[in-house]
């Protein structure tokens, strides 16, 4: 690898997860609309945050469940429709209703800003409520239990989806099931990386790391459930490149990339790692099933020219300049924005990272993570040459520009540099306090008591001096 510091390479999903919260102090850009949301589940309050947020899809899956299935349910709050409007209940056929509970339009309201004259007291749902609610919706969403049918209940589903869609940008990826994909950060190569759907599930298998609890390492991230599929096959894009300086920010963009493949059939049914992560540690040692597409190499790679052919078969090569690229580099230069200040800045230094992304079915890039330290394995033919490449571009940019700004830098592209920012010489990282011990205080005089009124002290009085006399 090309990293100066030679660690081993790592994920660094836990900076993402907080950095990229306070990117509205660097741009105007929203980080729901090219980061699936994550939490730190350590983290008390983020744990909580994400049960609400679990809760809330639960609400918003259900909604979309009953428009795309065409099936109906009943809407049991009350007869006024000003009710209706903001909260639903549903039960499977046969099981007893559950109590009134509020649902996905006090989160809309609070998204549209309309909520701020609302009783928040009256807004929270209580736990046993949640639970009944999470058991109806496995039953119906994971169980295949089926809804009693209402003609309005579908029209009112498809206004409320409609109105979300303009306020979470991230509606369109998250689907029905509810899938979260569950991190151990500082690790690579996939390892610890688990999908489940339920939220106990989830929250179990982070108790059972004690260690990476203590040090706040576990990360539970939205899973994109629906990508853009190659053959009915998921896959991930390694997106390549350069940090040459920090300050000023310099970042180059490799135009060169390459897909990663899994080797199962792309399916909900199971949350096997197979069909869900596409890391080439993990897929190298499966076999591919005799049921994929013959275009997809058993080495589960290919070329960025591979995947603008097929985009060119769906009459969508163009979106790859327009869409894809332009996607990538502005979530890119976000994250890195975001952790300016983290970095503790070396003249003559650089760093090769290595950037995981996903496409949604409209082509747009949502970034997954960073990993410092990428592999430059020549596992396949696709990598043996690209990381080969990269590698002599790389010493192209750091080498060969320093003596000549004009030369060639191969296929790194200069996407982000920034006047330098000024610095103090000395930015204390820890402060304590110093002080020394009074080996003889002096004792203070006695507080008179507030009851006794101190008289005023008046000077003696002046005789005047007659005016002849002065």
């Known amino acids: ?120 007291e009256t807004q929270q749902t209580p736990g046993q409520e949640w639970a009944e609610f999470l058991d109806s919706y496995y039953l119906v969403v994971h169980g295949g239990a089926e809804i009693d049918s209402s003609d309005y209940l579908v029209i009112h589903c498809k206004a409320m989806l409609q109105r979300m869609k303009i306020v979470n940008p991230q509606l369109e990826i998250e689907g029905i099931h509810n899938i979260w994909i569950i991190k151990p950060g500082a690790k690579s190569r996939g390892r610890g990386i688990k999908c489940a ?107 960025v020219d591979q995947f603008k052919t097929f985009l060119c078969t769906k009459d969508r090569e163009a979106q790859w300049d327009t869409v894809v690229v332009p996607g990538m580099k502005r979530a890119l230069i976000y994250a890195l924005q975001t952790a300016q200040d983290l970095i503790e800045s070396h003249k003559n230094t650089f760093e090769l990272y290595g950037a995981d992304f996903m496409l949604d079915r409209d082509l747009h890039p949502w970034l997954l993570e960073i990993n410092s330290s990428p592999t430059m394995a020549p596992s396949t033919p696709v990598t043996a040459h690209l990381c080969a490449a990269v590698q002599e571009d790389t010493l192209r940019v750091v080498l060969d520009r320093r003596v000549k700004r004009t030369a060639n830098t191969g296929d790194f592209q200069l996407i982000y540099k920034k006047a330098a920012v000024k610095v103090p010489q000395y930015v204390p990282q820890h402060l304590h306090v110093e002080g020394f011990l009074v080996k003889c205080p002096y004792s203070l005089p006695p507080l008179k008591s507030s009851s006794c009124a101190v008289p005023k002290h008046r000077s003696p009085s002046k005789t005047r001096v007659p005016q002849q006399k002065k």
């Open 197 to 303: 759907n339920r939220l106990d599930q989830i929250l179990d298998l982070v108790k059972g790391d004690p260690k990476l609890i203590k040090e706040n390492k576990w990360v539970v991230q939205k899973y994109l459930e629906r990508p853009f599929l190659i053959h009915d096959t998921k896959f991930d894009v390694r997106q390549w490149f350069l940090v040459t300086d920090w300050n000023p920010l310099t970042v180059w963009f490799y135009k060169k990339c390459y897909l990663r493949f899994s080797t199962q059939p792309y399916t909900l049914d199971s949350m096997d790692s197979s069909m869900h992560l596409c890391n080439n540690s993990i897929q190298k040692s499966l076999r591919p099933l005799l049921q994929r597409h013959g275009s997809i190499p058993v080495d589960n790679m290919w070329s």
């Open 1 to 120: 690898s090309l990293n100066h510091e030679g660690t081993r390479p790592h994920r660094i999903e836990t900076g993402l997860c907080l950095n990229l919260r306070k990117l509205h102090w660097f741009d105007s850009a929203d980080p729901d609309t090219f980061f699936p949301r994550c939490y730190r589940l350590a983290a008390l309050d983020e744990r909580h945050a994400f049960i609400d947020d679990y809760r809330r899809t639960a609400c918003t899956s259900l909604l979309k469940y009953i428009v795309e299935k065409d099936q109906y349910c009943i809407l049991l709050c009350s007869k006024k429709k000003r009710e209706s409007d903001r909260c639903f209940s549903f039960f499977p056929s046969g099981k007893k209703k559950p109590s009134k509970r509020q649902s996905s339009p006090d989160f809309l309201q609070s998204l549209e800003h309309s909520d701020i004259d609302t009783n928040l």
